[in-house]
């Protein structure tokens, strides 16, 4: 067993001690749980090729077609989301990088719960369009009903993009599922979206350094996924810190003047083209989208929830155009523009900046990691190294494991 694996596990074995200090370990029904992953948190499957294209070591050693296809309601895609990636396997049985295994230990020896019994993780495919991801998400529920009674309620759980969906949601479900839903728990939701989206459109994304594979930018600016996560109202500056006027991140023609994503590069390939061509209908929808989401909304407010959130990095607040090229990341600004990295970076995770998601907020906000509203809707914020580190960040899953206990022993009085 790896290293990481075996901390995971006395880990939970350790807030469970903790539960049972506080009796909250009482043998009662667990209340479902779904989990929703974000961005690359599900496995991809190639039917052609038979194998998984991404969720270990083969997604970075050997090259893979990560462009996404849309297809009609009648098409059967070609790349299937089909299991969670818990883990992402470097060196089998010797290395690998936890991703939710970390909580899904937490639930299972901590609090009793079985995945495939009552915790369902929902993978989906997250280079998709996320209505596709609310689809997915209203269909759990009406299975999960049938299967477990018409009172029974549920406990949500989503990381990063995945938040979007659920916010969606409950904005267009009916308010009998409004009503099933008992917590909702969001580890880093990225409400007003962020420059990284954007960033990887210009960069790509490649989990082991560019010597090895992974995602080219034209395959992010492919995902209608990623155009949803692009900030809400982004500010462009010079070199000198002076605003770009008339900079509207959600018209494709200022794409094509400001040399962003697809029109970075001079050579137009196949793919290339085809992102070019789909631009305009990616923004729009995207806008549609986030428009659909934006402020506060009763229907979303009735149900109790927690946000995780963290200020223990800088984070991107505007993007900076100088060189001839985009900066739109903390390390950089701060490292070629020191004079005004003051303007673009605030306090936040490596990808969100806290004060944007303060704007409108569930609940209090609370920073003490062992004394919280148990039950009741709140923001912890907490110091987790960056964004990714939000869902394995010991406070943040001891909080969810009391919390998750709270509501189940109210529940069962």
Same mark, same amino acid.
């Given at each position: 067993?790896?290293?990481?694996? $075996?901390?995971? /596990?006395?880990?939970?074995?350790? =807030?469970?001690? #903790?539960?049972?200090?506080?009796?909250?370990?009482?043998?009662?029904?667990? !209340?479902?749980?779904?989990?929703?992953?974000? !961005?690359? $948190?599900?496995?991809?499957?190639?039917?052609?090729?038979?194998?998984?294209?991404?969720?270990?070591?083969?997604?970075?050693? &050997?090259?893979?077609? /990560?462009?996404?296809?849309?297809?009609?309601?009648?098409?059967?895609?070609?790349?299937?989301? *089909?299991?969670?990636?818990?883990?992402?396997?470097?060196?089998?049985?010797?290395?690998? &990088?936890?991703? *939710?295994?970390?909580?899904?230990?937490?639930?299972?020896?901590?609090?009793?719960?079985?995945?495939?019994?009552?915790?369902?993780?929902?993978?989906?495919?997250?280079?998709?369009?996320?209505?596709?991801?609310?689809?997915?998400?209203?269909?759990?529920?009406?299975?999960?009903?049938?299967?477990?009674?018409?009172?029974?309620?549920? =406990?949500?759980?989503? #990381?990063?993009?995945?938040?979007?969906?659920?916010?969606?949601?409950?904005?267009?479900?009916?308010?009998?599922? @409004?009503?099933?839903?008992?917590?909702?728990?969001?580890?880093?939701?990225?409400?007003?979206?962020? /420059?990284?989206?954007?960033?990887?459109?210009?960069? $790509?994304? /490649?989990?082991?350094?560019?010597?090895?594979?992974?995602?080219?930018?034209?395959?992010?600016?492919?995902?209608? %996924?990623?155009?949803?996560?692009?900030?809400?109202?982004?500010?462009?500056?010079?070199?000198?810190?002076?605003?770009?006027?008339?900079?509207?991140?959600?018209?494709? +023609?200022?794409?094509?003047?400001?040399? =962003?994503?697809?029109?970075?590069?001079?050579?137009?390939?196949?793919?290339?083209?085809?992102? @070019?061509?789909?631009?305009?209908?990616?923004?729009?929808?995207?806008?549609?989208?986030?428009?659909?989401?934006?402020?506060?909304?009763?229907?979303?407010?009735?149900?109790?929830? *927690?946000?995780?959130? %963290?200020?223990?990095?800088?984070?991107?607040?505007?993007?900076?155009?100088?060189?001839?090229?985009?900066?739109?990341?903390?390390?950089?600004?701060?490292?070629?523009?020191?004079? !005004?990295?003051?303007?673009?970076?605030?306090?936040?995770?490596?990808?969100?900046?806290?004060? $944007?998601?303060?704007?409108?907020?569930?609940?209090?906000?609370?920073? +003490?990691?062992?004394?919280?509203?148990?039950?009741?809707?709140?923001?912890? !914020?907490?110091?987790?190294?960056?964004?990714?580190?939000?869902?394995?960040? &010991?406070?943040?899953?001891? %909080?969810?494991?009391? +919390? =998750?206990? *709270?509501?189940?022993?109210?529940?069962?009085?």
């Amino acid at each position: 067993m790896p290293l990481n694996r $075996g901390y995971s /596990y006395l880990r939970a074995r350790m =807030i469970m001690a #903790q539960l049972s200090q506080h009796k909250l370990t009482a043998k009662v029904p667990n !209340i479902p749980i779904i989990y929703l992953p974000g !961005i690359l $948190g599900s496995k991809l499957f190639d039917r052609t090729q038979q194998r998984f294209i991404w969720g270990d070591y083969r997604g970075v050693f &050997t090259h893979s077609d /990560y462009e996404y296809r849309e297809t009609t309601e009648n098409d059967i895609p070609n790349v299937l989301a *089909t299991e969670q990636l818990h883990q992402f396997t470097i060196i089998p049985k010797l290395l690998t &990088t936890l991703v *939710t295994q970390e909580l899904k230990d937490v639930l299972e020896v901590g609090l009793g719960y079985r995945e495939g019994q009552d915790l369902f993780f929902l993978a989906h495919d997250w280079r998709a369009d996320h209505r596709q991801l609310v689809v997915q998400l209203d269909q759990e529920i009406a299975r999960l009903t049938a299967l477990f009674g018409q009172q029974q309620p549920f =406990i949500i759980i989503a #990381q990063s993009a995945s938040n979007l969906a659920v916010r969606y949601w409950l904005r267009h479900t009916s308010d009998e599922n @409004r009503q099933r839903i008992a917590k909702w728990y969001a580890f880093g939701p990225p409400w007003e979206g962020t /420059y990284h989206a954007w960033s990887m459109m210009e960069t $790509g994304y /490649y989990a082991g350094s560019r010597h090895f594979n992974g995602f080219s930018p034209d395959d992010i600016a492919g995902y209608p %996924s990623a155009y949803q996560l692009l900030p809400c109202d982004a500010k462009a500056l010079d070199s000198h810190g002076g605003e770009i006027e008339n900079f509207d991140l959600y018209n494709a +023609d200022c794409w094509q003047q400001w040399r =962003i994503g697809p029109y970075k590069m001079g050579n137009v390939t196949a793919q290339n083209q085809r992102v @070019r061509d789909n631009l305009p209908r990616y923004l729009a929808n995207a806008k549609t989208f986030r428009e659909a989401i934006a402020g506060e909304c009763l229907k979303e407010q009735v149900v109790p929830q *927690t946000w995780y959130l %963290s200020d223990n990095n800088l984070a991107v607040t505007q993007a900076i155009f100088a060189r001839d090229r985009w900066y739109l990341q903390a390390k950089p600004i701060a490292k070629h523009f020191p004079h !005004i990295a003051p303007k673009v970076l605030a306090k936040g995770d490596d990808h969100l900046p806290l004060a $944007g998601l303060l704007k409108q907020r569930c609940g209090p906000l609370v920073r +003490d990691k062992y004394f919280q509203p148990w039950g009741e809707s709140f923001v912890f !914020i907490s110091q987790a190294s960056t964004h990714r580190a939000l869902i394995n960040h &010991t406070p943040n899953l001891r %909080s969810l494991a009391f +919390d =998750i206990a *709270t509501i189940r022993k109210q529940r069962n009085r």
